[in-house]
């Protein structure tokens, strides 16, 4: 049995090599034998980083359950999924049993893994109705406000460049979660927003950080505004609106024109010239961007924003890309061509024209389902080809880039009659029997059908959601303090609030051991866009060796195991709570045989060992 298989080596391992989890003098060569002996499976197979090829090795490490047959259709989304599987002639998959469903909902929703007496009460309650009100119950809680406002965070590169504004943007961009601001709108602000200080306006923060500094003599004005390359700044922001907003990566026209560049890339994309790029940079051309002078100091990231500049120079230097060439400085939108309307505000009307343009909806709703589905309708989520959308006017000798155009375009259509909401959006999405499809797949898995979502795709943790849940799943919370930035003069920026989770924080602050484990996680240090998690040899070794885990599974400080210790004499009862507490699931008599055997050899260390087993799991890594 594979679950079986994984699980004897890794608990042999501690109970034979090691008295307790707090010994760590084995060598690094036995740490790594050990990651091969115990994590190698997931490390081989196909290279491939097909969403549905991962699935089908990683699930076969869950135990097996007995599921439904039955696929009803809730919505648009089935009768589009569904749909287009039954006319292909591809088989998917059953729907997810409630254990499977309750632990990956809560996961992808929250970042978190349910507690065991949450799972308790899903599983007993007969209700038809239950998942709809588990969705419910998660969207807009505050794991779910942590977990989305940290993304955004990420999406943005929300860091230092913001001085202390950070955390106000951070508690901005919590309340605008929590309330369902339309995103629309949410959008705007962020786009035209202007202050006297990013530290008293949150919403300016994410221009504040896009800000490139120059360098004395690199452009012509006054000295405040050299500290600033205000024509990169503009376009730097142009890129981020573009890839963030529309889905569109605008960095290539940024250089050069797209042709003899882009046709084999991007076919809308190589008819766009460096000019366009110029003209849609131009509606942030009468944009300032003026650090805040203390006492002749300029505090980079404590910034002013007006819209008093003279306008886009299409002959200025540039510190990041070649020298501009000139040309027409009017601001045009690239997507529409519609042009500035006389005696109009640059930055509202280009927030109006980008938030008013259907593909603004498009790549939002892709963005989102790309997240909760694994793969997007359009992927990677950030390179739409506008013209490759359309399945009756696809460019010869080229594919039709979405899965789903008709799903796309209806989902899109959704997002805008529901006021840009992303509760409903969410909610739409996770009602749907396409998302509630199990991870399990009857028969043989082709690579083919990927594309048709035929399977729920299996995600690894993000460096924050695996932290959190080793939290969690222990009882023993983490501490992450917002620390001190930048001394002046005689003051000092005071420190940050203290938290618990790493998703409650306004930017990545882990120091010394916690920050290695971070990232061999892959955590995001926001200077680049953040990636998606990926497995590494490293991340088994800081599972078996770190403190992170180590000191957490001691039988001691109020953690879960002492908890569970002092509760029940019943070491089968011991075991079921630990694997409640970890994996969501009760053990297979073979694992629960195996654990109790341990604890019964000696209770303390034993315990300790299996929670220490459960938490080196692929299981416990993944999402299903």
């Known amino acids: 049995m594979l679950r079986l298989t994984l699980f004897l080596p890794m608990t042999m391992a501690l109970c034979c090599a090691a008295e307790s989890p707090k010994q760590k003098s084995k060598s690094s060569a036995d740490a790594s034998n050990m990651s091969s002996d115990v994590h190698g499976t997931l ?8 969403a549905g090829a991962a699935t089908a090795r990683l699930a076969g490490f869950l135990p097996p359950a007995v599921q439904s047959e039955r696929v009803p259709y809730r919505s648009f989304i089935d009768e589009r999924v569904f749909g287009k599987m039954a006319k292909d002639g591809v088989p998917h998959a059953p729907v997810s049993t409630d254990q499977e469903f309750f632990r990956r909902v809560t996961l992808d929703l929250t970042g978190q893994i349910p507690a065991a007496a949450d799972l308790r009460a899903f599983l007993s309650d007969n209700s038809p109705s239950k998942r709809a009100k588990l969705i419910d119950k998660l969207i807009g809680s505050p794991a779910f406000v942590d977990k ?3 993304f955004y965070m990420d999406l943005l590169r929300a860091n230092g460049k913001m001085g202390r504004g950070i955390n106000l943007f951070h508690y901005t961009l919590r309340e605008s ?26 919403s300016v923060n994410p221009i504040v950080r896009e ?17 600033i390359h205000q024509m990169d700044t503009h376009d730097e922001l142009s890129i981020l609106f573009g890839r963030v907003f529309l889905g569109i990566n605008l960095s290539c026209i940024a250089c050069h024109d797209g042709a003899a560049h882009l046709e084999k890339v991007n076919v809308y994309l190589s008819k766009q010239k460096r000019t366009d790029f110029f003209r849609q940079a131009a509606f942030l051309g009468s944009t300032r961007y003026i650090p805040h002078v203390e006492r002749t100091e300029a505090i980079m990231g404590h910034s002013l924003v007006d819209d008093l500049a003279p306008g886009y120079n299409t002959k200025a230097d540039s510190m990041l890309r070649m020298k501009r060439l000139g040309g027409n400085g ?21 927030a109006r024209m980008m938030t008013g343009h259907p593909q603004f909806a498009r790549a939002t709703v892709n963005m989102f389902w790309s997240k909760l589905m694994g793969v997007g309708i359009v992927e990677p989520v950030d390179e739409f080809d506008l013209a490759r959308q359309d399945p009756d006017n696809v460019p010869a000798g080229w594919q039709l880039q979405p899965s789903h155009p008709e799903l796309l375009n209806q989902l899109a259509g959704y997002f805008r009659k529901n006021d ?9 999405i996770c009602n749907s029997s396409a998302y509630q499809l199990s991870a399990r797949f009857p028969g043989e898995w082709k690579d083919s059908y990927t594309r048709y979502y035929a399977r729920k795709y299996a995600r690894m943790l993000t460096a924050e959601e695996v932290h959190d849940s080793i939290t969690i799943a222990t009882g023993r919370p983490g501490s992450f303090s917002g620390g001190r930035r930048r001394k002046v003069a005689n003051d000092e920026d005071p420190p940050g609030p203290t938290v618990t989770m790493a998703m409650q924080s306004a930017m ?33 070794i800081m599972l078996m060796r770190s403190p992170v885990v180590n000191d957490r599974v001691l039988a001691e400080k109020d953690s879960r ?13 011991v075991v079921e709570e630990l694997f409640l507490s970890t994996l969501s699931r009760e053990p297979v008599p073979e694992e629960r045989a195996l654990a109790v055997s341990v604890l019964d050899k000696d209770r303390v260390t034993g315990a300790q060992n299996v929670e220490w087993a459960l938490l080196n799991l692929v299981e416990f890594l993944y999402n299903f």
């Open 43 to 50: 490390f081989q197979g196909p290279k491939s980083l097909d």
């Open 148 to 150: 989305w406002a940290y």
């Open 177 to 202: 979660l929590a309330s369902d601001r339309p995103y629309d709108d949410f959008a705007r602000s962020l786009i035209n927003s202007s202050a006297k200080s990013n530290y008293v306006v949150a």
């Open 211 to 227: 800000h490139v500094e120059g360098k004395p003599g690199q452009e012509e004005g006054p000295d405040d505004l050299r500290k």
């Open 330 to 350: 009017a601001p045009k939108f690239i997507l529409s061509n519609e042009a500035l309307p006389a005696g109009a505000e640059p930055r509202d009307e280009f």
């Open 420 to 428: 840009h909401s992303l509760h409903a959006l969410f909610r739409v």
């Open 508 to 540: 990545p602050r882990a120091q010394g051991e916690l920050k290695s484990f971070m990232s061999a996680f892959g955590q995001s240090n926001r200077g680049t866009p953040a990636k998606p998690p990926q497995a590494s040899p490293l991340q088994p």
């Open 561 to 573: 195991v002492q908890r569970l210790l002092d509760s029940y004499k019943d070491n089968g009862k």
